[in-house]
């Protein structure tokens, strides 16, 4: 079984342009999460899906964030455009629906490391 | 906050000897896991210890939950320098789906 995948490992760009992080969850998985980690600091949640809906995008910073799912497949971050504080590392993952074996546990991508300069 | 916290921050050890993190949290919480993370790879999912239990062991790695006081301890035995890594506990909050990360702990094992 694939795990998550996300492209692109490393990206790096200027301040004020735009980034599109992409990822593919597990096959099946209705559930994907993106999380952000930035300067070694806490792992803080960006938003879910479930299959095609935002469930939760609470820790979306601000309107310069744009995530899509269309299909329920794999999914899309944009920072548009991107700040220096936006330099970090963006972790994806993904979990089985809720009520199925499993679903509690997430797996993670490798995570794309984004660097604004 | 439902943020968990680790401690240490940090932690060097010799090789065979027993690592021991903690993690406190503020609210109430479905279940806790704990994750390692090595260097430039995704988090791997290593343990979950349910609310109403007390103690879980996996391998050489022992979880304690102590809902009281809100916190919970990972031990690894006889560690490897393949232990080295980051660690983080995670809590699913009552009713809520996402799992809440901490800082982490980065484990150091001097071989």
């Known amino acids: 079984e694939a795990g998550v995948t996300q492209f692109p490992s490393h990206s790096v760009i200027e301040k004020g342009q735009t980034v599109t992080l992409r990822c593919d969850p597990i096959s099946g998985h209705d559930n994907l999460y993106w999380y952000r980690r930035v300067m070694g600091k806490e792992i803080k949640f960006l938003l879910h899906f479930v299959k095609e809906s935002k469930q939760d995008e609470s820790g979306m910073p601000n309107n310069r964030f744009l995530a899509e799912r269309t299909g329920g497949t794999y999914s899309t971050l944009k920072v548009q455009p991107a700040e220096l504080e936006d330099s970090g590392v963006y972790f994806c993952?993904?979990?089985?629906?809720?009520?199925?074996?499993?679903?509690?546990?997430?797996?993670f991508g490798a995570g794309s490391r984004l660097t604004v300069l | 906050s439902q943020q968990g916290e680790e401690d240490p921050q940090a932690l060097s050890i010799q090789e065979g000897e027993n690592a021991t993190m903690n993690c406190s949290y503020k609210?109430?919480?479905?279940?806790l896991q704990w994750y390692r993370q090595n260097s430039g790879r995704g988090l791997v999912h290593l343990i979950l210890?349910?609310?109403?239990?007390r103690e879980k062991h996996s391998g050489r790695l022992r979880v304690t939950l102590d809902t009281s006081k809100k916190s919970s301890s990972l031990l690894i035995t006889a560690s490897r320098a393949a232990d080295t890594a980051s660690y983080f506990c995670a809590t699913h909050g009552q009713g809520a789906q996402k799992l809440v990360f901490g800082q982490g702990t980065r484990l150091t094992i001097n071989p």
């Open positions: 993952a993904s979990s089985a629906a809720w009520g199925a074996p499993g679903a509690n546990v997430l797996t």
């Open positions: 210890i349910r609310s109403n239990e």
């Open positions: 609210t109430s919480i479905n279940n």
